[in-house]
């Protein structure tokens, strides 16, 4: 599976650019789906072909717009039947691409208005001003996908041994990852006020996933981190599997890397395993209260 390895400097540019794209789709969820908590209501939902809305309320019927990945194209399709496909392409900014999000929507009846306002982004122009991210490597895109389709697996196989509530993987469009949760279904509230955090962080949960890296971290790498958040995990080393995982405490985090994780005869069980492995040792530093009843 070495050919599906990818870290973020190798993709900046088009990882970024798609990273806004699919920022407007999320926030078009933002503003038509009804409210659920921890934002379920805006995630997207990972297909073979890319990611997808679902279903999305409209004017006069739902609507769903798909990223698709393998034609290189955005879909938008209401319940009437009515398609509007906006190709994806190298040099094609992220305000000509506003542009014609902003047309396909009004085409297939349900004009949105969007917080133009990039989020959790670190170079934030507003989309229809962005003409400075314009790049779309298709080898490089393809590559992402498959990285989403081997972590959906593996965090398939980590969710079967639960019985309680858990978020199958979806991506959330603010951070660019691919994600599941658990929740004990003990309410834990964040005790700040900041209008996405403490929507997101209201009961106790352990939360796992995989992101292509960033500025600040860029190699492409699997993450767990408990809530309520841990500092240290208090000499349990021992029990983080596989031995290429690691803690990191200024992040509150578990992480193995993309690279790490691939260079093993089972990648997908290894990482279900450090999956496993953090959750168990969350358990023995702040443990849920029926966590006997969820397992």
Known sequence: ??????????????????????????????????????????????????????????????????????????????????????????????????????????????????????QEFYDPLEFDKDDKHHSYDKVAIRKWLENMLFAYGAMARYLTAFRCKVHYPAYYFGTMDLTCIVFSGEPAPF????????????????????????????????????????????????LLQPDKALFKPEKKEFFLTLKDALSYPDPEQKVAEFFKSGFDIFQKIKRWENIDNIL
């Open 1 to 118: 599976m070495e050919d599906i390895y990818l870290d973020y400097p190798e993709w900046q540019d088009t990882a970024d650019t798609v990273h806004l794209f699919l920022q407007m789709a999320g926030k078009v969820k933002v503003e038509r789906s009804p409210k659920r908590s921890q934002w379920a209501h805006v995630r997207l939902y990972l297909v073979p072909d890319g990611l997808t809305t679902g279903l999305i309320p409209g004017d006069s019927s739902p609507f769903s717009i798909l990223f698709n990945f393998r034609e290189h194209q955005v879909e938008f399709m209401n319940g009437d039947g009515k398609k509007v496909n906006i190709p994806l392409e190298d040099g094609v900014s992220v305000a000509a691409f506003y542009g014609q999000f902003v047309s396909a929507l009004e085409q297939i009846g349900s004009p949105t208005l969007i917080n133009v306002h990039p």
């Open 191 to 238: 005790g700040k006020k900041d209008p996405v955090m403490e929507k997101a962080f209201d009961e106790r949960l352990y939360e796992c996933g995989f992101w292509p890296g960033d500025i600040s971290f860029p190699q492409a790498a699997f993450f767990a981190m408990p809530y309520p958040f841990i500092e240290t995990i208090r000499g349990n080393e021992s």
